[in-house]
């Protein structure tokens, strides 16, 4: 079921409407009906096993003093990596067995790398005493299926979202202001700008290297960004209609001054998840374990191992792991050099450097992020030839001024949430704000008939 | 605790339902003034400058040729003469020689891939818009095969809402284009991700544009046998191997028929040529050809129009060929002016 479906709004309309009529005890039980409904729209497998997997944490969960939360973290890792590297053993085990791969083969389904992960983060927070086990196995399975959250995020923590689910009393109006202001920002990242440059991009852009090199990253980074953000912003404005905040999952990523600022602004959530579960704990082991003479490895394994593990986390073996690796693994290089000048005192932070410096700064990221962004696309070969074939500059522009269009779009609207806040247009003057809506309206209108809708890129993952 | 979290900046408390709903009216009453503005202005000599209206099909190519006919109407006062068809009349039918020797001004309507269903579906719309006296169709074997295009016609093209409308269904779109040029505005911007070039052209551009799209030089020499790749790799070798006519697309050349009879224009079939070598794609070589134009001539017959076979008929030297089944310019122009002096002898008392 698509998010720009007339059927998805019908459906999460309608059940927000009965939400909001049953008495509030009920309302939990209702939401889990919905999100189970929802993951059935996509088979009966995926539904089976995000149920098996809510109940196992649950159960495990509940066992806190002992095993239980580590062998539910390692359970769910295991189921994660089970489907993303399955493709590695199938052969083999089809020798093994004698049965036919196809036979053997299982296909992921969808969500399990985001309701996985918080599975993980819930069950190391119950063993650390972070939280207390849910009595529930309603609110674990909650957590984990929630529609607005489960396809694609954002990755939440059962801490700080279980509570969020006791929602008592009527409608709060300004939520429901807020949800059709995300609505709005939503349908423009998502049906607009994104598409649209989605719509731009040949494709064969990444391995015929024809020319328009610079043109193709720039539209990819621009609509990768503003295809994931419109997402969120949609499925918050969905979970608003139920009085359930969600969790930003961007925060203007191309005005971040240098890399760890890129990774506070860009899916937040997942950078905040391996920041707390893999980075922390790198980290600290390595301070337990290696004199602190040895700078450099402490400051540059952490982030590698990081983003290396954002990397497993995008990649499988169907999809080409070995490119996704690359991809993390340059953004740890970026990361650990970026840290380099700690060697030799305390690095200067950007907001205390000079405008231009800051400028320059963001410039950089976004061209090394985008350069980055090859191997997202393509085989590691593939983008050895393209980025060889950027040295070439007669082969960087192609004509296509909507691109640009489209980035200055993209950039005015992020810096007016830089300046005014997230829903920067609810402070303009009613009219201004109703012929402001009309015009999305006719734009959304025109765009959601004339693009080829692109496939959500995250739901891949 | 660290920075886990970024939640939404603190909503105004003050706001209220009844703001909303408030907020709805405005938002409707900003969409209808906007509406009207844009339909006034896109009345006013603004247009020129705009891109050609859309009628909300995956074919930028039909709003342009649209256009042009639009362009041709209003200067001119009448629309002498439709081409329909495929890419073989597209590049092979010129309307110059046409209008030399029969004094009939044509306009090439062909779209590239337009199946025989396509065809009957656009023949009610155009000649409900532009009632020509003659109607030029060329046919050709694909038109009625099981081919990729044919089943993107009938899927993503036939069903849009303003060819349905021109077929008497009502449809909200269909109605909507019928009176408003801001919507047709509307829809011409749908295509605002294609190159600038492709879709950003306006009316005034379209002045001297006649439809026919000629090509030059050959990508096959068609004195050569068939290669292995044109054996294997073209998509129409399948379904030409097991030639048939598809029930659905013999029902658009009749619907073509019934279209044309209606608003009293005058139909001709004309069969488009192709090579000789095109013939060793079917599976039963020249026999299946043998039976189409049959089936072709069994039809007008039965309809009292005019069939132009072309097969055999006409002498078209290898250098005129663009591949197995396309003309190129001078194909085109050896092609029409053969089909001209044919019309001239066939066709009497022609407009």
Redesign the interface.
Known sequence: MSILSWAFWGLTLTGALIYWALPAKWRRAWLLVLSLAFALAWGWFPALLLTGVGLLTWALGRRPAVWGPWLGALLNLGLLLTFKLQGYFLEPLAALTGLNPATLALLAPLGLSFYSVQAVSYLVDVRRGQMPALASPLDVLLYLAYFPKFLSGPL??AR?FVPRLAVSGPP???????A?GLAALGLLRKAVLAD??F??IPDNAFWAHESGLVTWLVAYAFALYNDFAGYTDLM?AASLLFGI?L??NF?QPFFARNFAEFWNRWH??LS?WL??YVYFPVRRALAKGLPSSVVLVHIAVPPLVTMLASGLWHGSAEGGLARMLLWGGLHGLYQAAERLPALWGRARPPQEKPLWLQTLGALTVFVLVSLAWVPFQVGISASLAYWLALLEPSRWWA????VWGVALVSLALDAAQTRR???FF?LWP??A???A???L??VV???L???ARADFIYAGF | MTRSFVLMDKPSPSVTLRDIASSIRRTLLALAVVCLSGEALVRAPLAAHLPAPGVGTPLRQLDLKLAALDARLAEQGVIDCIILGSSMPLLGLDPNPLADRLGVECFNFSLNGMSAAGAGALAHALLQRYRPTLLIYGVEMRAFAAIDSATQWRQLVIPRPWLQYARGQFTLEGWLLARSRFYGQLLAFSYWAEPLGEWWVTPTSLEDYDGFEPIDGQSIDVTQPLSEPELTQREIVASLRDYRILPEEWAGLEDLARAAAASGTRLVLVEMPVHESFLLYLGNGAADHAAFIQALEDFSTANEFLFVPSFGQVDLPPAVWADRNHLNRAGAQQFSAWLAARLKIQLPGAP
């Open positions: 939440e923590r700080l709060q109006a300004a939520q429901v202001q807020q059709f649209g440059l719509a731009m918050r905040e969790s930003r925060e937040i959530s905040h920041r707390d004509a296509l001024p909507q806040g997230e829903l609810q009613k009219w704000r109703a012929f809506a009309a015009g309206a006719l209108f025109v765009s008939r004339g693009l």
